[in-house]
């Protein structure tokens, strides 16, 4: 069963860096096809994309987020790390990862969901 | 950005009922959409791909329909279990979006 986990500070002050890291087991980002996202949530509002890295290393950001985002892997760890620049208090809510892979879809293969996700890491921002 | 809409963003309905639920894009992702149901404190769950499969485990009552721009997810028949949110999602092109939610509740 693939399982995810996030961890990293629950509290980061503004104008800080946030460290988010997804461990993850029961699936590798060495397999073909195989990638993870993280998604965040601001309490009591709807569900956001911030990125998503590849088996091959392909890396896709938000574009409003991306000049605050790296998004890294390490294979050998089974961890992807997310990193956002410049905490800002509407920075606040729930960071989640998830998994997602290639499904054969009409004769390509192609990512078509999240079909794992991670239980989510509540990160408050604030003096 | 490819945007999603869903609506109704709140939903009254009762045990039994057949309700559904639609999410329409700002341009066409062929059937590259998803749903999930999110209920509070927890993780989304994946409940349909590519419009109208539905993900190992989920429940029968729940399907899905549409593509290009418009899309529905029906519940045939609601039950205690199903209140909770709805969102869609597109895997179209990057990058990704989420619609704003459909929250199920008891009437």
């Known amino acids: 069963q693939i399982t995810l986990k996030e961890s990293g500070p629950t509290l980061v002050k503004p104008t800080q860096t946030l460290t988010l890291t997804c461990t993850f087991s029961?699936?590798?980002?060495?397999?073909?096809?195989?990638?993870v996202g993280w998604i965040r949530q601001p309490p009591g509002k709807a569900l956001e994309w911030l990125a998503l890295?590849?088996?091959?290393?392909?890396?896709r950001y938000s574009p409003s987020l991306k000049s605050r985002l790296t998004i890294t892997k390490d294979t050998s760890k089974n961890q992807v790390v997310l990193t956002m620049s410049n905490m800002d208090p509407v920075d606040s809510g729930t960071y989640y990862c998830?998994?997602?892979?290639?499904?054969?879809?009409?004769?390509?293969?192609?990512?078509?969901?999240?079909?794992?996700w991670g239980q989510g890491i509540l990160v408050t921002v604030s003096s | 950005d490819i945007q999603l809409t869903q609506s109704p963003s709140f939903l009254s309905a009762s045990v039994g009922d057949r309700v559904t639920i639609t999410c329409r894009a700002s341009?066409?992702?062929?059937?590259?959409l998803a749903w999930y149901q999110q209920k509070p404190g927890k993780a989304p769950k994946l409940l349909i791909y590519?419009?109208?499969t539905l993900q190992s485990g989920v429940p029968s009552g729940f399907s899905g329909s549409g593509s290009g721009t418009e899309f529905t997810l029906t519940i045939s028949s609601l039950q205690p279990e199903d209140f909770a949110t709805y969102y869609c999602?597109?895997?179209?092109?990057?990058?990704?979006?989420f619609g704003g939610g459909t929250k199920v509740e008891i009437k």
């Open positions: 998830a998994h997602t892979a290639q499904r054969s879809i009409w004769g390509d293969r192609r990512c078509t969901d999240f079909d794992y």
């Open positions: 029961e699936f590798s980002l060495r397999t073909t096809g195989v990638g």
């Open positions: 890295i590849f088996w091959n290393d392909d890396k």
């Open positions: 341009q066409g992702i062929s059937s590259f």
């Open positions: 590519t419009a109208s």
């Open positions: 999602q597109h895997f179209n092109s990057y990058p990704l979006t």
